[in-house]
């Protein structure tokens, strides 16, 4: 697996790359910022290895600690945290469950102690139609991140791969079923050929 070095490598260089695609795409120099901002935050800040004490996890700071959650209800490197999109959309509504929690529970408290009327149907509302009328500028966010958490991800899968490769060649990359079968392919042909050394042993 590479080094946390080697990933933000990985991220820097891949930048031009997707801010050249993302304009080609979009002309337009604002989704790009969008996309190009996700892609450094998730490749960066915001990337699967949030589920470890890893770089990602130490950039944040004094806020590292709102992780520890996350980090004890997934294992390291599984579908949860490295998956495509699954990975990314829940640590999105995981910080988004946060932010939310901040921000209503201080509302709450001015609310009881000082007398203060919130309108929180009024609150949602602005926050629904807001995620509405600027929903291109949140997609273009979250494609930002999704791929600069799979810069991550592949060259994890990647590395990995290509160490199989070393240890076993072709066949450290087959998938875990195909091994399977030809163990016990093998196993069977193994034990068939002690039978019949056994059954030519009795005939003699």
């Known amino acids: ?11 820097l260089w891949a930048l031009p790359f997707v801010t050249g695609v993302t304009f080609w795409q979009t002309k337009s120099g604002n989704l790009t910022l969008l996309v190009v901002g996700g892609f450094l935050f998730g490749g960066l800040m ?3 290895d949030l589920d470890i004490y890893s770089r990602h996890y130490q950039r944040w700071g004094f806020l590292r600690y709102i992780w520890l959650p996350y980090q004890k209800s ?5 579908f949860l945290s490295h998956g495509p999109v699954i990975g990314t959309t829940l640590r999105v509504l995981y910080l988004s469950s946060l932010i939310a929690i901040a921000a209503i529970f201080p509302l ?9 009327e919130f309108n929180w149907q009024s609150a949602s509302g602005t926050v629904t139609s807001t995620l509405t009328h600027y929903s291109t ?21 990647g590395g990995s791969a290509y160490k199989r490769f070393q240890k076993q060649g072709v066949r450290g990359l087959l998938p875990p079923r195909a091994k399977m079968k030809k163990r016990k392919a093998t196993s069977r042909g193994s034990s068939r050929g002690k039978v019949k050394a056994r059954n ?5």
């Open 1 to 11: 697996m590479p080094s946390g070095r080697t990933h933000d490598r990985i991220t």
């Open 46 to 48: 915001f990337g699967p």
């Open 74 to 78: 997934l294992r390291h490197r599984s």
């Open 108 to 116: 709450f408290v001015v609310e009881k102690l000082w007398n203060v």
């Open 137 to 157: 500028e949140f997609l273009a966010l979250l494609i930002g991140l999704e791929l600069g958490a799979m810069s991550h991800s592949l060259s994890d899968w």
């Open 200 to 204: 030519s042993r009795t005939k003699s």
